[in-house]
């Protein structure tokens, strides 16, 4: 069974930037790929970013190429997602989840979910 603790979202403009935190507690912590997830009103739950248990891979969606950036620390169980250039369509809650070992970002992949941190992107 993992935890999760996520912070950092609010409010934001348009251009503007956000850094999402996902601490992450249970047992071997460090076998899991964790991704971060985003549920806009209305729609599905869809994939932005996931890394892998080392840190070593990442894998994003095609919105998110380019804009965020996901890392990870395991010294502290700390995975985060760096988000520059937000757009209105950047709106929604963001979730931190995770799978054994190897990134994705398939929703249905993924056993263990965090609660969400709001972010909305708004002039």
Avoid at 45 to 58: F, L, W
């Amino acid at each position: 069974q993992l935890h999760f603790v996520e912070s950092g979202g609010g409010l934001v403009q348009p251009g503007g930037s956000l850094r999402l935190s996902c601490v992450v507690s249970g047992f071997n912590v460090d076998q899991y790929a964790v991704g971060w997830f985003r549920q806009a009103p209305g729609k599905e739950r869809e994939g932005i970013a996931c890394i892998s248990h080392s840190g070593v891979n990442t894998i994003y969606s095609d919105s998110a190429k380019g804009r965020f950036t996901i890392s990870r620390d395991n010294a502290d169980n700390t995975v985060n997602l760096q988000m520059n250039s937000l757009r209105s369509e950047d709106t929604g809650v963001y979730y931190c989840a995770a799978k054994p070992w190897v990134p994705t970002i398939k929703p249905d992949d993924h056993a263990y979910w965090g609660q969400g941190t709001q972010v909305t992107v708004s002039s």
